[in-house]
């Protein structure tokens, strides 16, 4: 069995047109002819968020050579035992349920150097804890790589400032390659507008972590 996120294309006289992606191969070969389908009611997992874990769940199976299934389950696994939370299903856990999986998904990415097929900041559902990981992690905001620590306006250090023995803690900073950052200085705003990102305020944790 194997699943997949599907859009309603038109609702007529009490049925649904469901517009879903599917293997030809396996349809063919399975001689697949009916499925299950879930409407979304706001309570539970969306299919926003279904689909933003399957593709990073791919991703990270393409990075392991897991079949996507069986990594599927290796990351619950991992994250039950991460953060001891109660075993859920991804067909019917709830939305804020989900949302922290997809935060772990991304933590997990970054944390082992995985690349996906899409920045991961048209993934996350939290935008707010994903720039955050990002700073952590010092992967670029908008697209992943390699990232140095931007300072936004009214956050940097000025010049003839010894720059370690500012306290950065309570100063807004994000995660930018060189050049998401060569960009950033020169226009700020309409950068961050564009992107729909901002930076984020600077904790205890995050200043030692970068030793900033």
Known sequence: MFEAVGEIYKVKDGRAIIVADIDPYKAE??????????????RHISADQRRKIYATIADIAEYT????????ALQKFFYIERYG???FSLS???VTEAREFINYLIDFCFENNIGTRDTLLNRTDDISRYLYSCLINRKCAVC???????HCEGSRIGMGFNRRKV?????????????????????????????????????????????L
């Open 167 to 211: 306290n950065n803690i309570g100063r807004f900073a994000i995660a930018l390659c060189r050049k998401c950052h060569s960009i950033a200085h020169n226009d700020e705003k309409g950068f961050f507008e564009r992107n729909h990102i901002y930076g984020v305020q600077l904790d205890a944790y995050a200043v030692k972590k970068l030793k």
């Open 65 to 72: 050579g897991n079949a996507p299934e069986m990594e599927k």
């Open 144 to 150: 992943n790589q390699r990232a140095d620590i931007h």
């Open 92 to 94: 019917n856990c709830t």
């Open 29 to 42: 070969r399975q001689e697949i002819k009916s499925c299950l389908v879930r409407y979304d009611d706001g």
């Open 85 to 87: 939370v109660d075993y």
